[in-house]
């Protein structure tokens, strides 16, 4: 149907599909219509410095940086409030995951379980 150029490499990662949108991240965070490829937003020039790979959750896009994890509205691309979660101690959330209620973080040294109270528990 469409393809986009990424011969400059922005994207390196598929976050998911929801209600008609295709959600990438990278270098950018980007939203385009399944249907015909066109951008419907990308990262504004405020945006963070994304880091590893993030998720879909519901209406939301969890996204990991240097410096935390942000929140993105799906339909816009602006950074809502906040995530509510707490960057990691020692380095990054690195590839994050849903799995029901509980949020895993995988980094080059650990795997990071959170659960609806935010609380966190390590297995290394």
Request: charged share 25%.
């Amino acid at each position: 149907l469409w393809t986009l150029d990424n011969s400059r490499r922005e994207y390196a990662c598929l976050l998911g599909a929801w209600d008609g949108a295709v959600y990438l991240s990278g270098e950018k965070c980007a939203a385009f219509a399944c249907a015909d490829g066109r951008p419907l937003w990308r990262n504004r020039p405020d945006a963070p410095d994304f880091y590893g790979r993030g998720a879909l959750a519901g209406k939301t896009l969890l996204v990991p940086a240097r410096d935390g994890l942000y929140a993105l509205d799906t339909v816009t691309g602006v950074r809502l409030r906040g995530s509510g979660i707490e960057k990691p101690s020692a380095g990054y959330f690195g590839t994050i995951l849903f799995y029901g209620d509980r949020m895993l973080a995988v980094s080059q040294d650990r795997i990071t379980i959170y659960n609806r109270a935010k609380q966190a528990s390590d297995n290394r």
